[in-house]
């Protein structure tokens, strides 16, 4: 079982679980401070199969349980120091949490 948001993995690399509910009541995210590796999973990501849109975005309505929360979301994920994100679909992101945060901000609900 994962520990609530805020936890840490006991495991090589040591992975910060960053709760971000909303594609799924349970969505997490997984931090790597010391590698700089943020995985999103399907709480960010840069491609959105449904509409086609490239580039940081949430997941569709569609497929989200809750659109409103999953925006909220990515507030725990912006302040979070890493250059690269690993998102579930779609291209890595070069870049600040808080850069694909703000353009998936401005791109909204699909």
Known sequence: MLPAGGGTLD??????VVA???????????HLPAQGVLFTGDALVTQEGIVG??????????FTHSTEQALASLSALAPLDAGLLLPGHGEPFTGAPDDAVRVARLAGTC
Request: hydrophobic fraction near 30%.
């Open 11 to 16: 495991v090589p690399g040591r992975p910060q």
């Open 20 to 30: 971000t509910p909303g594609h799924t009541p349970g969505s997490v995210a997984f």
């Open 53 to 62: 849109r490239t580039g940081p975005t949430i997941v569709s309505a569609a």
